[in-house]
């Protein structure tokens, strides 16, 4: 069985080196702020007895007072996975730093998101609409579009 | 004097037969060889995430079969168990059974047309698919006795599946089973040696134990990698955890290799379908669900090990009659993270190879 890792037992360790930056660890989902995003990713893949080097998904769930930004992170070694998550409050101009760096399969993904929630990757190689054309008006997976 | 030369576009599709549905490839070719490769899709964008959320989890059932066509009933499983994960509820044995053999018959039906066409993107015109048309069109068969439909089967409920298997089925499966480790001798036997074959598919498309981990390949991609993963395995559902079955893997990450394992993926699933048989326990076949489910608010993710890759369902509840949001994490959408880099340098026919192998299926890709 993969096992869910204790979100608690990890949002120790990145208390320890990300001050401040873990706002909430529930279960198997560690909720970061925004800024540290990438940081805590590179980090997360990077420590031993960790690795979390396979991104299962990465998606966006609009709560129309934030959107959360979710990643789902799989060990393929060690056969554990954790969630991470996080928030952005600009509904205006929602942006985050893109993590195709670490994973390259998040290259669609984030496209995905963007196309379809508006947020836009900082870092992004190739950011640009997935499946809708160029020149579609809003964002169709956002609550408020109609 | 020094001939001008420039860098010219070539779009394949997005209406071309070797494009399994509509996909284009935007190549930029330098004489013969391609330099550059942009994948466009979403010609098949039908929203299926946002009209779920206008959908009751039941109502949702019938979106997934028409993701990828060719293995229903493993994109109905993939989502029932997120939402049994969510509302806590469990699917009683027999239907745990009966979910294991529909899984593999989906699997053994999405290979067959895998291996079949990746044949026919090869050159080897119609023969081999037909071949494959013809096991495959038994399977279907299978899925019609159960549910009524071939392909959109739309049988998996939350808690269990929508009606028991009907008597015939049994003694058709058994008959099925006895035959096709014979049909997929004889089929490899034609392919794995042939000369042809060998030259165009060896060392062609290759995709490194790296890469696959990290684009996220899944399924017959990541394992024809080298990499030893299969979620039945490393998390199982249902009761994959009582079928003794081995994960066939590739060592070059070519081609060749992805075909090879989808061949040896097909003999596993003839063992897990006989053993399935062996066990299938009576029983009911479908837990007491409200009529109107409303699980607690909270998150999921359900995963299977789909014909495809991992298929999974994250499902975001608020506690009301329709998901607050679903979210797919489709296979061959991510599969095809790295055909760009695995085409550059390579002339288009490889290109065109090189795509089938890795196996995608449009209406998933684009939902």
């Not at chain 2, 165009?200 to 996220?216: F, N, P, Q, W």
């Amino acid at each position: 069985m993969t096992t869910l890792l204790s979100a608690q037992n990890v949002s120790k360790e990145l208390m320890a080196r990300f001050p401040d930056m873990v706002v909430e660890s529930s279960g198997s989902a560690v909720l970061v702020k925004s800024q540290a995003l990438l940081e805590v990713a590179a980090f997360l893949k990077a420590t031993p007895g960790l690795d979390l080097d396979y991104l299962t998904l990465m998606t966006v769930v609009d709560y129309l007072d934030y959107f959360e930004v979710v990643y789902l992170l799989t060990s393929l070694q060690h056969n554990h996975s954790l969630t991470l998550k996080t928030r952005l409050f600009d509904r205006d101009n929602p942006s985050l730093a893109s993590v195709v760096g670490l994973w390259k399969g998040a290259d669609y993904q984030e496209r995905e998101v963007y196309d379809m929630f508006g947020i836009k990757f900082v870092g992004h190689p190739n950011l640009k609409r997935l499946f809708l054309w160029e020149g579609f008006q809003g964002y169709p997976m956002r609550k408020d579009y109609l | 004097m020094a001939i001008k030369t420039e860098p010219f576009v070539v779009n394949v599709g997005p209406q071309h037969p070797s494009t399994h549905g509509v996909f284009r490839m935007r190549m930029v070719m330098d004489g013969e060889t391609i330099v550059d490769m942009e994948p466009v899709f979403g010609y098949l964008h039908r929203g299926v995430e946002k009209i779920g959320e206008t959908r009751t989890y039941t109502g949702c059932i019938p979106l997934t079969d028409r993701m990828d066509y060719l293995s229903a009933p493993a994109n109905n499983l993939a989502y029932v168990m997120a939402v049994e994960k969510l509302a806590g509820v469990k699917a009683p044995e027999r239907a745990q059974y009966i979910r294991v053999i529909m899984g593999e018959l989906a699997r053994l039906a999405s290979h067959s047309m895998a291996v079949g066409s990746f044949l026919n993107d090869l050159g080897a015109m119609a023969t081999p698919l037909v071949y494959m048309w013809r096991e495959r069109e038994k399977i279907l068969d299978l899925l019609e006795m159960t549910c009524g439909q071939r392909l959109t089967s739309n049988y998996m409920r939350v808690g269990g599946v929508s009606q028991d298997l009907p008597e015939e089925f049994t003694p058709a499966v058994k008959k099925f089973v006895v035959e096709m480790p014979r049909f997929i001798d004889e089929y490899d036997q034609l392919i794995k040696d042939n000369e042809i074959v060998l030259a165009r598919t060896k060392g062609v498309g290759v995709l490194s134990k790296e890469m696959a981990v990290s684009i996220g390949a899944s399924g017959p991609v990541l394992r024809g990698s080298g990499v030893k993963w299969d979620i039945r395995k490393s998390d199982p559902y249902a009761v994959y955890d009582r079928m003794q079955f081995d994960i066939p893997t590739g060592t070059a990450g070519d081609c060749y290799d992805r075909y090879r394992v989808r061949v040896e993926e097909m003999r596993q699933s003839v063992r897990i379908l006989e053993q399935a048989l062996a066990q299938l326990p009576q029983g009911e076949v479908r837990a007491k669900v409200p009529q109107r489910l409303r699980p607690p608010a909270g998150a999921a993710y359900g995963h299977i090990e789909g014909p495809k890759g991992e298929l999974g369902f994250y499902v975001v509840s608020d506690g009301s009659v329709a998901p607050y949001r679903f979210h797919i994490r489709a296979p061959s959408l991510i599969n095809l993270s790295a055909l760009r880099e695995m085409v550059i340098g390579w002339k288009i026919a490889d290109a065109i190879v090189t795509f089938g192998s890795i196996d995608i299926c449009l209406g998933e890709v684009d939902r």
